[in-house]
Nanobody, 119 residues
């Protein structure tokens, strides 16, 4: 069993910044990837940024140049630094982790943290 605990959400004005954190605990074998997804009201959940076990980041086009994902492997923690926030970034942000046990991948999700950007 893996638990993901997110923090750092909140309300900011457009142009502001927030930093999200997500720490994994429990039966972790090997983390293949950690990432952030978001879901706005009435929309499907979408990838925001993801970082592989090797440290390679991947970003949605809508956040490139504004958001930075990073990871502290020693702490099993992933961060999302969000700068130049826009109202369209408003959503619930979910942390995701892929735990690889031998050759099987197990995906876990956090409970979500609200990010609200006002114009």
């Amino acid at each position: 069993q893996v638990q993901l605990v997110e923090s750092g959400g909140g309300s900011v004005q457009a142009g502001g910044s927030l930093r999200l954190s997500c720490t994994a605990s429990g039966s972790i074998f090997r983390i293949s990837a950690m990432g952030w997804y978001r879901q706005a009201p009435g929309k499907q959940r979408e990838l925001v940024a993801r970082i592989s076990g090797g440290g390679s980041p991947n970003y949605a086009d809508s956040v490139k140049g504004r958001f930075t994902i990073s990871r502290d492997s020693a702490k099993n923690t992933v961060y999302l630094q969000m700068n130049s926030l826009k109202p369209e970034d408003t959503a619930v942000y979910y942390c995701e982790m892929v735990n690889t046990i031998f050759q099987s991948n197990y995906e876990s999700w956090g409970q979500g943290t609200q990010v609200t950007v006002s114009s």
